[in-house]
């Protein structure tokens, strides 16, 4: 089992910066793909970015290619979203999830049901 408690959000100018946080808790952490998702008021969960067990395989959705990198520090038990150039509809709750086990194998997972380990989200606002 793993359990992830994401940080990093706040309040900030369009065009700025922010990087995002996922602490998680589990001795499998280091083998799981992970993945960032994003969900603004009346949509649903959409995937931003994914990042497989080693760090060297990184998917992004197309509304943030070129503005974000995710990241892992393994040692840390730590993934990351740096988010640069920020947007106004940048504006969601951000989750962090670690993909199942059931699922073998290096794609592109922007199913949100191919994740598990959701935590309570941290909140990123962009003002124009």
């Known amino acids: 089992q793993v359990q992830l408690v994401e940080s990093g959000g706040g309040l900030v100018q369009a065009g700025g910066s922010l990087r995002l946080s996922c602490a998680a808790s589990?001795?499998?952490?280091?083998?799981?793909?992970m993945a960032w998702f994003r969900q603004a008021p009346g949509k649903e969960r959409e995937f931003v970015a994914q990042?497989?067990?080693?760090?060297?395989?990184?998917a992004y959705a197309g509304s943030v290619k070129g503005r974000c990198a995710i990241s892992r520090d393994n040692a840390k038990n730590t993934v990351f979203l740096q988010m640069n150039g920020l947007k106004p509809e940048d504006t969601a709750v951000y989750y962090c999830?670690?993909?199942?086990?059931?699922?073998?194998?290096?794609?592109?997972?922007?199913?949100?049901?191919?994740?598990?380990?959701w935590g309570q989200g941290t909140q990123v606002t962009v003002s124009s």
């Open positions: 999830a670690a993909r199942k086990q059931e699922f073998a194998g290096w794609r592109t997972a922007a199913d949100p049901d191919e994740y598990d380990g």
């Open positions: 589990g001795s499998t952490f280091s083998m799981k793909d």
């Open positions: 990042i497989n067990w080693s760090g060297g395989l990184k």
